[in-house]
């Protein structure tokens, strides 16, 4: 539904159509920098920002008055939208040549539902069952434009990619519960400490040494270009899936002995005191959230720790599990429990897109970057605020009154 | 000299049931009525410990205790202990479901069963009452029930039930948190329902009574039983909290065995051991104590967790039996990290009158419980109290034990040093003027020392108790 | 403190008479309130200090600096704590601090090169717990589902959470287990494919002895006939030559009699010569077995009752009480263990008061939880022990040791004071 108004929004919008200049004044535009033009003037022409400033706009030409705030569009730095089960590959492990790009579809819902939310850039990311799950994307969530197209190596050392079991009749294997508890029929039940799985590793250091010694067979070969070998040539960053801080230690001992940079995604407890250090010395960014209304306090205390310390945050979407118009709510949770407004905002949008590696054309309001941006009736972190149009590379590609048609 | 005569024979003191008196039925296996109990050192419970003490047991009773040259010794009794041992008066286990056949009760509401009839006499468990020292055991149903069993007190020694009885009849258990099947609303629900039936039963009693029907049906109850007093005339409904107008028009021995011990409850004339297996269930407790008028002989059996109702506990001023473990161990919720609290200490310092207990499988006896409660904190004579005299005030036979004093029966336990060091050993139990155990017999302690299969038993060591007698019984047939 | 941004942790304990300590988390704040003079330098003034050395000082004290014990006798100066007496830190083989299933690598039945470096979880509570509990170093081992489980580590319980901060010695034991555990959950090919290695895993007692024993076979044959065998199975044979050679000690779980007599029979088989025995619960049955092969032991806390309960086997195995005793007059090398509980009569200096229970004597109660350790994992030079030179490892006591009615008020590791015993302001 939501696909197709917004295919009439485009069409009908007075403004945006491709190869036309023209500007919008708002009452308030935010920069990369966090700073704030009052009674800014945003000039896009073909799709790209070609001038910033204060004041007076040109009388030449069509122009949007906007009274409220624009604010780059927002990126998410992780979300399966439009992959959902083509982003879960059960059949292997090791599966670092998969690539992402391959896996969306770019007129999914999905995406619709994430512009109304004001992203406008997502990270798609294979679904952390694998210790290696294959190379994520930068993907626009209005026509399926992509940003790029090998973003990061998706790794995991969450206990998710350990030994999993695959879906299989139950007359095989019998069934084991979340619990680890056989609901296998005949004999005895047998209850198992933690979980059983029936793939290797099935263990932390199974996955520590297998990965380990494909990195080491990949990095000996100069002139690779697989994603292995470029992620341990430092080309290619990788996205680390890690959760609990034994798992965060772990991955970034491993991102440190193999000289890897990136991101870690997780790290609940990040603002551990004896974590914190591994991680700031690791140089790793790290993707946080979503956030849930009753998360612990103590998770939402890591962005705040994290931005004291210097640690680059960028926020996961993780939809379709997530609804979009929760990535703002995680956000703001994160500014009520003592993280910087401002810094928030940056995470939301130009760190973000450093995380993601994009940095060079989006996240921010700047002259060349793509035409991207968000009108909100107010500030975006204020949870009343309303998003009342986006528009993706210069066009209009979700409007609130045209939606409420 | 062979005791002769023997007043409160079983029987008897099965009559005298609700009464609540000071009857003790006596153990009926004594052989002598003198014993001379000599130690290095008394620790009286009672006053400071005598160095070089003697105590004189005539009839099952303290007839003397004091130092060895003040102590007028009877020529012809015989002599237990001697300088090398610390006597101490016999532990009081202030609740356990341990030595019974089954513990619980299928039938949610089963106040009108005894406890008695579910004992087994030669159940490890008081075996091993014995080989700790514990001489004075509280026998009550298990906790997965609504209304339990009516308990008994028991000594744990002889081979029948008869035999072992201190107190027949004694109290009634009730739970609040929820038996198998219910939740903590049906729980409550079935509580409140047991003495709303109990009301509308009465009142219904006293309508047929005033309409003169009924008599047919209470003359079939009175066939072949000889009714006096109360039980003949009827009396006024007594208690505090609720009343049925008319009750004494009925002759007590009209009222229904199934609802009998419900009003003894409501009148105050019987202790409630009420479990509680978490903190919410306290004040559900003591709500429905009060509600039916018997907080005043309300005796909580509190979780390790129930620490953090320990005001509302000692608002109500009743006291508990700390059943879970001294320690409780839980992660904070916010900080992930692991707390513990030392439930007595939070006890005492609400002002609640606590008593210990080992009714947890992994806990061991009384003597470790109180030896580890000072080890974190509480002060000794606190620790031995709650293993003595307040249980013994819980079970009100604060005259009988709970110390060694002239005139309370003459339980006393030998230790080879300090009762509450690691390395002491019960080296004789004395119940009511008897030796009932000897360190030296005790083929089975010499089991859990070296794990030598006693003489006769058949199946492994490390077997249940139980499954080693159910062998012997196969054995034999 | 020399470092307020310590994560070290002041570990509290409620058991003081106060209620505001009542619900204080056993981890409370960082150590910045603490009136340590900026040298890290402590004085325990003991009634007795018990150094598992030899030695019993009346009215001693023990001299910590720079995070060593720098002098054991009379006198010293400087923050002085007085305590009723002092033992070294505990050494516990057993504190099962794990990250369960996921210690364990379950594609083979025997992991030799696994590390349980690589699997550890020093962020667990239950490393504070084992601290406060008086535990300062720990053999961590991964879990029972293996044969061979992998490489152990020996580490300190507290300091900063990394492996660097923390290991004593990496890879310091083998860890193995015979009986049913490394085979509960295998199963019989039934229906449909083998999809999974569980199948091909033993499911009984004997087929565990069986891998156990064909993996050293093999390493022996490799090397004696010069086999060539790929990479993977090298680095295997080469740990178990290592054990045989008796570089590496293995610690072997057995906890019933046939177990006990199976992993003796193996250690005579092959020649091992440092094999250690863990959660021996029937080793007092093999009396003759024990002093022949010359097994160190640990054993599991002691139950009420004596009786161990196996879920595995659906059985119930019985340790007496008498055990630690006995096999010390056998003349076997005997430690204790906590298993790292939160009931706090399985805590492991509550051990060390039942096997006096049991007959053994103090001072060798004593070194069951401090130096008879530390020697099975070759770390007594470091820690087990009140010697000048070795670690600040110390606990504090208010009262005679191991007796349930003292309690542990102070534990120092590596100097640091991370439980203090003085009352709370």
């Known amino acids: 539904m939501f696909a197709f108004l917004s295919w009439v929004a485009l069409a009908a919008s007075p403004v945006g159509l491709d190869g036309d200049a023209f500007q919008i004044k708002a009452k308030e535009v935010v920069l990369a920098d966090g700073s704030r033009i009052a009674d800014g003037v945003v000039v896009v022409t073909d799709g790209k920002i070609t001038r910033v400033g204060a004041g007076d706009a040109d009388p030449n030409l069509p122009t949007l008055e906007h009274d409220g705030v624009l604010t780059a569009g927002l990126i998410a730095c992780q979300t399966r939208s439009g992959g959902a089960s083509e982003t879960v590959d059960v059949t292997r492990p090791f599966l670092s040549d998969a690539r992402l790009v391959y896996a969306f579809d770019p007129s999914h819902s999905d995406f619709d539902k994430a512009l109304a939310a004001g992203i406008t850039s997502v990270v798609l990311t294979p679904a952390d069952i694998n210790v290696a799950g294959g190379v994520t994307a930068v993907v626009k969530t209005a026509g399926g434009a992509i940003v790029a197209r090998e973003a990061h190596l998706a790794l995991s050392f969450s206990a998710q990619a350990l030994g999993y079991s695959a879906p299989r009749p139950r007359f095989i294997f019998g069934s084991v519960d979340a619990n680890g508890t056989s609901m296998d029929e005949g004999g005895p039940e047998v209850t198992y400490v933690g979980r059983r799985g029936t793939r290797a590793p099935t263990s932390y250091g199974g996955a520590v040494r297998a990965l380990g010694a494909r990195f080491e067979e990949a990095g000996a070969d100069a002139n690779s270009e697989r994603p292995l070998a470029r992620a341990a040539h430092g080309d290619l960053p990788v996205f680390f899936e890690a959760w609990s801080r034994n798992e965060v230690a772990r991955a970034v001992g491993f991102a440190q002995k193999h000289a890897l940079q990136g991101a870690l995604r997780g790290a609940t407890l990040a603002s551990d005191p004896g974590l914190l250090p591994q991680i700031v010395a690791s140089g790793l960014a790290v993707v946080v959230g979503p956030f849930r209304t009753g998360h612990a306090r103590r998770s939402l205390d890591a962005v705040r720790a994290l931005q004291d310390a210097g640690v680059k945050v960028g926020f996961a979407l993780d939809a379709p599990e997530n609804d979009p118009q929760a990535f703002r709510l995680s956000a703001a949770m994160a500014v009520g429990s003592g993280a910087d407004r401002t810094a928030v905002l940056q995470s939301l949008t130009n760190v973000a897109a450093e995380i993601a590696g994009v940095d060079a054309r989006v996240g921010s309001i700047e002259r060349g970057k793509d035409a991207d941006f968000v009108l909100w009736s107010g500030d975006p972190l204020n949870l009343t605020s309303r998003v009342e149009a986006v528009y993706v590379d210069g066009a209009l590609a979700w409007s609130a009154d045209r939606s409420a048609d | 000299m062979k005791r002769t005569l023997n007043l409160t024979v079983p029987l008897l003191a099965a009559f005298t049931l609700a009464s609540a008196g000071a009857t003790i039925a006596s153990a009926g296996s004594a052989t002598d009525d003198k014993l001379v109990v000599e130690a290095g050192k008394i620790i009286t419970q009672a006053g400071d410990p005598i160095e070089d003490g003697v105590i004189v047991i005539e009839n099952g009773r303290i007839v003397a205790i004091g130092k060895a040259d003040d102590v007028e010794k009877p020529w012809d009794a015989p002599v237990v202990g001697g300088p090398d041992f610390v006597a101490f008066p016999g532990f009081v286990e202030a609740h356990t479901s341990n030595g019974l056949d089954r513990a619980n009760e299928n039938l949610d509401v089963a106040p009108f069963l005894d406890i008695k009839d579910s004992i087994d006499p030669v159940a490890f468990y008081f075996e091993d009452c014995l080989r700790y020292g514990v001489t004075t055991v509280n026998v009550q149903h298990g906790a997965n029930c609504v209304i339990g069993a009516q308990g008994m007190i028991v000594r744990p020694t002889g081979m029948t039930v008869d035999a072992m009885t201190v107190r027949p009849s004694f109290g009634l258990k009730m739970s609040t948190g929820p038996k198998q099947g219910k939740s903590r609303a049906t729980q409550m629900q079935a509580l409140r329902d047991a003495f709303n039936e109990l009301r509308m039963y009465l009142a219904e009693l006293v309508e047929e009574e005033r309409d003169e029907r009924g008599h047919a049906e209470r003359e079939a109850l009175f066939q072949g039983r000889e009714l006096e007093g109360e039980e003949a005339e009827g009396r006024e409904m007594g208690g505090t909290a609720w009343k049925v107008d008319g009750l004494e028009l009925i002759p007590r021995g009209a009222i229904d065995e199934k609802q009998a011990p419900l009003l003894d409850i409501v009148e105050g004339k019987r202790t409630c051991f009420v479990q509680c297996a978490g903190a919410v269930d306290v004040p559900h407790a003591l709500e429905l104590a009060r509600q039916n008028g018997f907080l005043a002989r309300t005796v909580l059996v509190i979780s390790t967790d129930c620490w953090r109702a320990a005001d509302r506990i000692a608002e109500a001023g009743v006291p508990v039996i700390l059943e879970g473990g001294l320690v409780d161990v839980r992660r904070n919720p916010v900080t992930g990290e692991e707390e513990e609290t030392f439930v007595p200490e939070v006890l005492a310092a609400a002002g609640v009158r606590f008593a210990l207990s080992s009714e947890n499988p992994a806990q061991r006896s009384l003597w470790y419980q109180a030896a580890m409660a000072v080890g974190h904190g509480l002060a000794r004579d606190a620790a031995l109290d709650a293993v003595t005299r307040v249980p013994a005030e819980i079970l009100g036979l604060a005259h009988e034990v709970g110390s060694l004093e002239v005139g309370k029966l003459g339980n006393v336990v030998l230790f080879s040093g300090d009762p509450l060091s690691v390395t002491s050993w019960v080296e004789h139990v004395v119940v009511e003027g008897d030796e009932v155990y000897s360190r030296a017999d005790d083929v089975r302690n010499k089991q859990l020392l070296d794990g030598t299969q006693p003489q006769g038993t058949t199946g492994g060591v490390a077997e249940q108790p139980g499954d080693a007698s159910k062998s012997d019984e196969e054995e034999g047939k | ?425």
């Not at chain 3, 193995?176 to 494919?193: E, F």
């Open chain 3, 1 to 425: 403190m020399k470092n307020p941004d310590s994560p070290m942790m002041n570990l509290t304990k409620t058991r003081r008479p106060s209620l505001a300590l009542l619900a204080l988390a056993v981890a409370a704040a960082p150590t910045t309130a603490m009136a340590n003079d900026d040298d890290g330098r402590w004085v325990i003034s003991a009634d007795a200090v018990y150094t598992a050395a030899g030695d019993v000082l009346e009215g001693g004290t023990v001299v910590v600096a720079d995070g060593k014990i720098v002098a054991v006798g009379p006198g010293g100066s400087g923050n002085v704590l007085e305590v009723a007496a002092v033992t070294p830190g505990f050494v516990d083989l057993a504190v099962r601090i794990d990250t369960d299933a996921y210690s364990v690598e379950q594609s083979t039945e025997a992991s030799f090169t696994s590390s349980i470096d690589d699997s550890l979880d020093l962020f667990s509570y239950r490393w504070k717990r084992a601290l406060a509990s008086g535990v300062t170093t720990a053999l961590a081992t991964p879990s029972d589902m293996n044969v061979i489980g992998g490489l152990c580590t020996v580490l300190k319980t507290g300091g900063a959470p990394t492996l660097e901060a923390r290991t004593l010695v990496s890879g310091a034991a083998l860890r193995a287990c015979l009986g049913p555990q490394p085979s509960a959950g295998n199963q019989a090919p039934r229906l449909g494919p083998a999809a999974t290695f569980y199948y091909r895993r033993p499911t009984t007692r004997m087929g565990v002895e069986w891998v156990f024993r064909k993996s050293f076979y093999d390493a022996i044959n490799a090397k004696r006939f010069g086999l060539d065998v790929a990479s993977e199975d090298a680095a295997q044979n080469a740990v178990a030559l290592r054990v045989i050679d008796g570089e590496l000690p293995i610690i072997v779980k057995t906890q019933a009699t046939q177990d006990v007599r199976t992993a003796i029979y193996l250690k005579e088989e092959f020649g091992i010569p440092r094999m250690i025995l863990d959660d021996a619960v029937e080793a007092w049955k093999e009396p003759e077995l024990l002093r022949r092969s010359g097994v160190a032991v640990v054993l599991p806390p002691a139950p009420k009752d004596g009786r161990v309960r196996d879920d595995y086997a659906n059985d119930n195995y019985f340790l007496a009480l008498e055990s630690a005793a006995t096999l010390k007059e056998l003349g076997v090398l005997v430690a204790l263990s906590g298993h790292g509980s939160s009931d706090p009569e399985s805590r492991i200096a509550n051990q060390a008061g039942f096997a006096m229970r049991g007959g053994m004597s103090f001072e060798d109660a004593l070194a069951a939880v401090t130096i008879n350790p530390a020697k099975m994992m070759g770390v007594d030079d470091r820690v087990g022990s009140i010697e000048v030179g070795k670690d600040a490892d110390l606990v504090l006591w208010n009262g005679t040791p191991f007796e349930p009615t003292s309690a542990i008020i102070g534990v120092l590791l590596n100097g640091e004071l991370v439980v203090d015993p003085r009352p709370a302001e």
